[in-house]
Protein backbone atom coordinates (compact mmCIF):
# COMPACT_ATOMS: atom_id res chain seq x y z
CA UNK A 1 0.00 0.00 0.00
CA UNK A 2 2.72 2.28 0.85
CA UNK A 3 4.32 1.53 -2.31
CA UNK A 4 1.54 2.47 -4.56
CA UNK A 5 1.22 5.45 -2.25
CA UNK A 6 4.90 6.66 -3.26
CA UNK A 7 4.19 5.88 -7.36
CA UNK A 8 0.73 7.88 -6.76
CA UNK A 9 2.53 10.86 -5.37
CA UNK A 10 5.24 10.59 -8.24
CA UNK A 11 2.83 10.41 -10.93
CA UNK A 12 1.04 12.89 -9.93
CA UNK A 13 4.06 15.20 -9.05
CA UNK A 14 5.41 14.37 -12.63
CA UNK A 15 1.60 15.92 -13.98
CA UNK A 16 2.09 19.03 -11.91
CA UNK A 17 5.89 19.53 -13.27
CA UNK A 18 4.57 19.05 -16.97
CA UNK A 19 1.89 21.63 -16.46
CA UNK A 20 4.27 24.44 -14.64
CA UNK A 21 7.14 23.45 -17.15
CA UNK A 22 4.33 23.89 -20.26
CA UNK A 23 3.33 27.45 -18.50
CA UNK A 24 6.72 28.63 -18.68
CA UNK A 25 7.51 27.57 -21.76
CA UNK A 26 4.33 29.05 -23.11
CA UNK A 27 5.20 32.55 -21.05
CA UNK A 28 8.86 32.43 -22.67
CA UNK A 29 7.81 32.21 -26.31
CA UNK A 30 5.26 34.91 -25.47
CA UNK A 31 7.89 37.36 -23.98
CA UNK A 32 6.11 37.64 -20.61
CA UNK A 33 9.16 37.22 -18.72
CA UNK A 34 7.29 38.54 -15.33
CA UNK A 35 4.87 34.98 -15.72
CA UNK A 36 7.44 32.98 -16.42
CA UNK A 37 10.16 33.82 -13.45
CA UNK A 38 7.04 33.72 -11.11
CA UNK A 39 5.82 30.05 -12.60
CA UNK A 40 9.96 29.24 -11.91
CA UNK A 41 9.59 30.34 -8.60
CA UNK A 42 6.60 28.44 -7.42
CA UNK A 43 7.96 25.45 -9.34
CA UNK A 44 10.98 25.16 -7.49
CA UNK A 45 8.96 25.92 -4.27
CA UNK A 46 6.66 23.26 -5.16
CA UNK A 47 10.14 20.89 -5.68
CA UNK A 48 11.75 21.84 -2.54
CA UNK A 49 7.96 20.75 -0.79
CA UNK A 50 7.74 17.78 -2.49
CA UNK A 51 11.10 17.01 -1.47
CA UNK A 52 10.67 17.76 2.40
CA UNK A 53 7.75 16.55 3.05
CA UNK A 54 7.78 13.15 4.40
CA UNK A 55 4.54 11.37 3.92
CA UNK A 56 3.25 9.90 0.50
CA UNK A 57 -0.46 11.20 1.14
CA UNK A 58 0.78 14.74 2.18
CA UNK A 59 3.07 14.42 -0.97
CA UNK A 60 0.03 13.52 -2.99
CA UNK A 61 -2.35 16.30 -1.92
CA UNK A 62 0.35 18.61 -2.69
CA UNK A 63 1.07 17.65 -6.35
CA UNK A 64 -3.10 17.47 -6.59
CA UNK A 65 -2.64 21.71 -5.28
CA UNK A 66 -0.15 22.29 -7.69
CA UNK A 67 -1.87 21.07 -10.53
CA UNK A 68 -5.62 22.72 -9.88
CA UNK A 69 -3.26 26.24 -9.85
CA UNK A 70 -1.68 25.45 -12.84
CA UNK A 71 -5.54 24.42 -14.64
CA UNK A 72 -6.09 27.95 -13.02
CA UNK A 73 -3.07 29.22 -14.28
CA UNK A 74 -3.64 27.66 -18.10
CA UNK A 75 -7.21 28.74 -18.26
CA UNK A 76 -6.60 31.73 -17.17
CA UNK A 77 -3.57 32.30 -19.91
CA UNK A 78 -5.89 30.72 -22.47
CA UNK A 79 -8.07 32.99 -22.71
CA UNK A 80 -8.33 35.71 -26.08
CA UNK A 81 -6.06 33.39 -27.73
CA UNK A 82 -6.32 32.27 -31.75
CA UNK A 83 -6.21 29.15 -33.00
CA UNK A 84 -3.15 29.17 -34.42
CA UNK A 85 -1.92 30.53 -30.73
CA UNK A 86 -3.71 27.45 -29.25
CA UNK A 87 -2.21 24.92 -31.53
CA UNK A 88 1.25 26.36 -30.78
CA UNK A 89 0.48 26.17 -27.35
CA UNK A 90 -0.30 22.24 -27.67
CA UNK A 91 2.57 21.39 -29.99
CA UNK A 92 4.24 23.44 -27.34
CA UNK A 93 3.09 21.26 -24.14
CA UNK A 94 3.71 18.08 -26.05
CA UNK A 95 7.45 18.89 -26.74
CA UNK A 96 7.71 19.42 -23.18
CA UNK A 97 5.92 16.44 -22.33
CA UNK A 98 8.66 14.03 -24.23
CA UNK A 99 11.50 16.00 -22.86
CA UNK A 100 10.30 15.36 -19.62
CA UNK A 101 10.26 11.77 -20.33
CA UNK A 102 13.02 11.32 -22.26
CA UNK A 103 14.94 13.21 -19.16
CA UNK A 104 13.08 10.65 -16.99
CA UNK A 105 14.26 7.72 -18.70
CA UNK A 106 17.95 8.83 -19.00
CA UNK A 107 17.86 9.65 -15.39
CA UNK A 108 16.90 5.91 -14.94
CA UNK A 109 19.29 4.16 -16.87
CA UNK A 110 22.34 6.59 -15.62
CA UNK A 111 21.72 4.88 -11.92
CA UNK A 112 24.39 1.93 -12.63
CA UNK A 113 26.54 4.32 -13.67
CA UNK A 114 26.15 6.76 -11.28
CA UNK A 115 25.99 3.76 -8.74
CA UNK A 116 29.52 2.92 -9.60
CA UNK A 117 31.04 5.93 -10.06
CA UNK A 118 29.95 6.64 -6.16
CA UNK A 119 30.90 3.26 -4.69
CA UNK A 120 34.33 2.89 -6.32
CA UNK A 121 34.84 6.60 -4.09
CA UNK A 122 34.02 5.25 -0.68
CA UNK A 123 35.80 4.21 1.93
CA UNK A 124 35.30 0.35 3.33
CA UNK A 125 32.94 1.38 6.08
CA UNK A 126 30.79 3.72 4.06
CA UNK A 127 29.79 0.69 1.48
CA UNK A 128 26.95 -0.82 3.14
CA UNK A 129 25.40 2.34 5.32
CA UNK A 130 21.69 2.88 4.66
CA UNK A 131 20.36 4.30 3.68
CA UNK A 132 23.05 4.39 0.85
CA UNK A 133 25.14 7.28 0.22
CA UNK A 134 25.06 8.22 -3.24
CA UNK A 135 27.43 10.97 -2.43
CA UNK A 136 30.33 10.10 -0.84
CA UNK A 137 30.88 12.20 2.29
CA UNK A 138 34.73 12.15 2.26
CA UNK A 139 35.64 10.98 -1.64
CA UNK A 140 38.81 8.54 -1.69
CA UNK A 141 40.53 9.29 -4.54
CA UNK A 142 43.37 6.71 -3.74
CA UNK A 143 40.85 3.19 -4.69
CA UNK A 144 41.97 3.42 -8.30
CA UNK A 145 45.33 3.84 -6.81
CA UNK A 146 45.01 0.77 -4.78
CA UNK A 147 42.93 -0.66 -7.63
CA UNK A 148 46.17 -0.60 -9.76
CA UNK A 149 48.25 -1.79 -7.03
CA UNK A 150 46.63 -5.39 -6.60
CA UNK A 151 47.67 -6.05 -10.50
CA UNK A 152 50.46 -8.44 -10.67
CA UNK A 153 54.21 -6.34 -11.03
CA UNK A 154 55.41 -8.10 -14.01
CA UNK A 155 52.43 -6.70 -16.28
CA UNK A 156 53.59 -3.10 -14.23
CA UNK A 157 50.41 -2.72 -12.67
CA UNK A 158 47.82 -3.18 -15.55
CA UNK A 159 49.96 -1.30 -17.86
CA UNK A 160 50.83 -3.97 -19.84
CA UNK A 161 47.19 -5.56 -19.95
CA UNK A 162 46.02 -1.59 -21.20
CA UNK A 163 48.23 -1.79 -24.01
CA UNK A 164 47.24 -5.27 -25.54
CA UNK A 165 43.76 -3.87 -25.02
CA UNK A 166 44.72 -0.85 -27.51
CA UNK A 167 46.68 -2.72 -29.97
CA UNK A 168 43.71 -5.28 -30.54
CA UNK A 169 41.90 -2.27 -30.84
CA UNK A 170 43.26 -0.82 -33.18
CA UNK A 171 44.50 -3.35 -35.56
CA UNK A 172 40.46 -4.90 -35.43
CA UNK A 173 39.03 -1.13 -36.52
CA UNK A 174 41.75 -1.14 -39.23
CA UNK A 175 41.08 -4.35 -40.10
CA UNK A 176 37.25 -3.85 -40.14
CA UNK A 177 37.34 -0.55 -41.58
CA UNK A 178 39.19 -2.10 -44.54
CA UNK A 179 37.63 -4.72 -45.19
CA UNK A 180 34.47 -4.27 -44.27
CA UNK A 181 34.04 -1.17 -46.78
CA UNK A 182 35.86 -3.02 -50.22
CA UNK A 183 33.51 -5.90 -49.38
CA UNK A 184 31.08 -3.74 -49.23
CA UNK A 185 31.88 -0.84 -52.25
CA UNK A 186 31.94 -4.31 -54.45
CA UNK A 187 28.34 -5.47 -53.63
CA UNK A 188 26.83 -2.22 -53.85
CA UNK A 189 28.61 -0.98 -56.98
CA UNK A 190 29.81 -3.46 -59.01
CA UNK A 191 28.42 -6.01 -61.60
CA UNK A 192 30.14 -9.70 -61.54
CA UNK A 193 28.32 -12.80 -61.93
CA UNK A 194 26.63 -14.56 -59.13
CA UNK A 195 26.75 -11.22 -56.50
CA UNK A 196 23.58 -11.16 -55.23
CA UNK A 197 23.54 -14.97 -54.34
CA UNK A 198 27.14 -14.51 -53.02
CA UNK A 199 25.71 -11.73 -50.52
CA UNK A 200 22.72 -14.03 -49.47
CA UNK A 201 25.45 -16.82 -48.31
CA UNK A 202 27.21 -13.72 -46.59
CA UNK A 203 24.20 -13.20 -44.51
CA UNK A 204 23.45 -16.21 -43.61
CA UNK A 205 26.35 -16.64 -42.12
CA UNK A 206 25.02 -14.35 -39.66
CA UNK A 207 22.59 -17.48 -38.43
CA UNK A 208 25.51 -19.34 -36.96
CA UNK A 209 26.14 -19.56 -33.70
CA UNK A 210 29.48 -18.74 -32.44
CA UNK A 211 29.87 -21.96 -30.83
CA UNK A 212 29.42 -24.10 -34.29
CA UNK A 213 32.60 -22.73 -35.46
CA UNK A 214 34.66 -21.86 -32.22
CA UNK A 215 36.32 -25.40 -33.00
CA UNK A 216 37.23 -25.20 -36.40
CA UNK A 217 38.21 -21.59 -36.08
CA UNK A 218 40.78 -22.79 -33.10
CA UNK A 219 42.07 -26.16 -34.68
CA UNK A 220 42.66 -23.78 -37.88
CA UNK A 221 44.61 -20.86 -35.84
CA UNK A 222 46.39 -24.27 -34.01
CA UNK A 223 47.32 -25.01 -37.26
CA UNK A 224 49.03 -21.67 -38.04
CA UNK A 225 50.94 -21.82 -35.29
CA UNK A 226 49.52 -19.13 -33.71
CA UNK A 227 47.83 -19.72 -30.15
CA UNK A 228 49.29 -18.27 -27.27
CA UNK A 229 49.81 -15.25 -29.73
CA UNK A 230 47.32 -11.69 -30.40
CA UNK A 231 47.10 -13.11 -33.94
CA UNK A 232 43.98 -14.72 -33.41
CA UNK A 233 42.30 -11.90 -32.02
CA UNK A 234 42.82 -9.39 -35.14
CA UNK A 235 43.69 -11.07 -37.86
CA UNK A 236 40.12 -11.99 -38.33
CA UNK A 237 39.10 -8.79 -38.66
CA UNK A 238 40.69 -8.29 -42.29
CA UNK A 239 38.65 -10.87 -43.62
CA UNK A 240 35.50 -8.42 -42.70
CA UNK A 241 32.36 -9.75 -41.13
CA UNK A 242 28.49 -10.16 -42.43
CA UNK A 243 26.83 -7.20 -40.56
CA UNK A 244 29.90 -4.36 -40.92
CA UNK A 245 29.59 -5.52 -44.81
CA UNK A 246 25.77 -5.48 -44.76
CA UNK A 247 25.70 -2.07 -42.80
CA UNK A 248 28.01 -0.11 -45.12
CA UNK A 249 26.72 -1.82 -48.10
CA UNK A 250 22.60 -0.38 -46.97
CA UNK A 251 24.56 2.79 -46.79
CA UNK A 252 26.62 2.97 -50.62
CA UNK A 253 23.33 2.37 -52.13
CA UNK A 254 21.72 5.33 -50.89
CA UNK A 255 24.91 7.27 -52.53
CA UNK A 256 23.79 8.70 -55.81
CA UNK A 257 25.17 6.69 -58.44
CA UNK A 258 25.26 10.38 -60.51
CA UNK A 259 29.07 10.92 -58.56
CA UNK A 260 30.41 7.45 -59.46
CA UNK A 261 29.50 7.89 -63.15
CA UNK A 262 31.05 11.82 -63.22
CA UNK A 263 34.36 10.47 -61.77
CA UNK A 264 34.17 7.63 -64.63
CA UNK A 265 33.73 10.22 -67.23
CA UNK A 266 36.98 12.14 -65.31
CA UNK A 267 39.29 8.35 -65.83
CA UNK A 268 39.42 7.71 -62.81
CA UNK A 269 39.37 4.14 -61.46
CA UNK A 270 37.54 1.70 -59.16
CA UNK A 271 39.70 1.70 -56.72
CA UNK A 272 40.10 5.27 -57.42
CA UNK A 273 35.64 6.39 -57.15
CA UNK A 274 36.29 4.20 -53.47
CA UNK A 275 39.24 6.12 -51.82
CA UNK A 276 38.41 9.40 -52.67
CA UNK A 277 34.99 9.58 -53.37
CA UNK A 278 33.18 7.16 -51.71
CA UNK A 279 34.84 6.77 -48.06
CA UNK A 280 34.24 10.10 -47.67
CA UNK A 281 30.69 10.04 -48.21
CA UNK A 282 29.71 6.73 -45.65
CA UNK A 283 31.97 8.82 -42.46
CA UNK A 284 28.81 8.44 -40.33
CA UNK A 285 28.22 4.39 -40.86
CA UNK A 286 31.90 4.07 -40.71
CA UNK A 287 32.26 5.61 -37.28
CA UNK A 288 29.02 3.46 -36.40
CA UNK A 289 31.40 0.43 -37.43
CA UNK A 290 34.83 1.82 -36.00
CA UNK A 291 32.31 2.06 -32.45
CA UNK A 292 30.89 -1.09 -32.64
CA UNK A 293 34.47 -3.24 -33.31
CA UNK A 294 36.27 -0.66 -31.03
CA UNK A 295 33.32 -2.17 -28.18
CA UNK A 296 34.18 -5.69 -29.53
CA UNK A 297 37.96 -5.59 -29.33
CA UNK A 298 38.15 -3.17 -26.02
CA UNK A 299 35.31 -6.05 -24.18
CA UNK A 300 36.59 -9.06 -25.69
CA UNK A 301 36.87 -11.64 -22.84
CA UNK A 302 35.88 -15.02 -24.30
CA UNK A 303 38.73 -14.82 -27.65
CA UNK A 304 41.45 -14.35 -25.20
CA UNK A 305 40.32 -17.37 -23.11
CA UNK A 306 40.23 -19.33 -25.82
CA UNK A 307 43.52 -18.87 -27.46
CA UNK A 308 45.74 -17.44 -25.32
CA UNK A 309 47.71 -18.55 -21.84
CA UNK A 310 50.54 -16.37 -21.53
CA UNK A 311 49.14 -14.29 -18.34
CA UNK A 312 51.26 -11.00 -19.94
CA UNK A 313 49.68 -11.44 -23.31
CA UNK A 314 46.16 -10.74 -21.85
CA UNK A 315 43.52 -7.61 -22.38
CA UNK A 316 41.91 -5.59 -19.47
CA UNK A 317 39.00 -8.38 -19.74
CA UNK A 318 41.31 -10.60 -17.65
CA UNK A 319 42.72 -8.18 -15.79
CA UNK A 320 38.85 -7.45 -14.18
CA UNK A 321 37.97 -10.81 -14.13
CA UNK A 322 41.73 -11.65 -12.42
CA UNK A 323 40.97 -8.73 -10.20
CA UNK A 324 37.40 -9.76 -9.53
CA UNK A 325 38.37 -13.57 -8.39
CA UNK A 326 41.05 -12.41 -6.03
CA UNK A 327 39.02 -8.89 -4.82
CA UNK A 328 35.97 -9.74 -5.25
CA UNK A 329 34.65 -8.69 -1.98
CA UNK A 330 36.19 -5.28 -2.15
CA UNK A 331 33.74 -3.54 -3.54
CA UNK A 332 34.75 -0.28 -3.87
CA UNK A 333 37.79 -1.29 -5.67
CA UNK A 334 36.21 -3.56 -7.85
CA UNK A 335 34.08 -0.64 -8.63
CA UNK A 336 37.07 1.32 -9.07
CA UNK A 337 38.74 -1.25 -11.17
CA UNK A 338 35.31 -1.49 -13.82
CA UNK A 339 35.23 2.26 -13.86
CA UNK A 340 38.62 2.84 -15.46
CA UNK A 341 37.38 -0.66 -17.58
CA UNK A 342 34.52 1.25 -18.82
CA UNK A 343 35.57 5.39 -19.16
CA UNK A 344 37.41 4.72 -22.64
CA UNK A 345 34.12 3.67 -24.07
CA UNK A 346 32.13 5.95 -23.20
CA UNK A 347 34.53 8.78 -23.98
CA UNK A 348 34.80 7.47 -27.40
CA UNK A 349 30.42 7.22 -27.28
CA UNK A 350 30.83 11.01 -26.18
CA UNK A 351 32.81 12.33 -29.21
CA UNK A 352 31.59 10.29 -31.78
CA UNK A 353 28.05 10.19 -31.07
CA UNK A 354 26.51 12.34 -33.47
CA UNK A 355 28.38 10.26 -36.31
CA UNK A 356 27.29 6.94 -34.66
CA UNK A 357 23.45 7.95 -34.60
CA UNK A 358 23.65 9.02 -38.01
CA UNK A 359 25.27 5.85 -39.55
CA UNK A 360 22.56 3.45 -37.59
CA UNK A 361 19.44 6.17 -38.41
CA UNK A 362 20.47 6.41 -42.65
CA UNK A 363 21.34 3.14 -42.94
CA UNK A 364 18.92 1.66 -45.59
CA UNK A 365 17.51 4.90 -46.40
CA UNK A 366 17.49 4.94 -50.31
CA UNK A 367 18.15 8.30 -52.07
Not at 169 to 196: E, K, N, Q
Not at 210 to 223: D, Q, R
Amino acid sequence: MQAFAWLAALAVFYLAAWLWLSEMVSAVARRRWGSAAALGIILVVAIAAYRLLPSPAVRFWVAIAIILLGCAGTAAGMRGLGWRELRRLRFQRRQVGLHLALLTGALIFSVPFLWLISTSLKADRALFVLPPQWVPRVVHWENYARALAFLPAETRHGALYLWNTIYLSALSIIGVALSGSLVAYSFARLRWPGRDIVFVVLLSTMMLPGAVTMIPVFLIFKSLGWVDTLRPLWVPAFFGGAFNIFLLRQFFMTIPRELEDAAKIDGCSFFGIYSRIMLPLIKPALAAVIILTFMGAWNNFMGPLIYISSPEKMPMAYALQLFQSSHGGEYNLMMAAATMMVVPVILLFFFTQRYFIQGVTLTGIKG
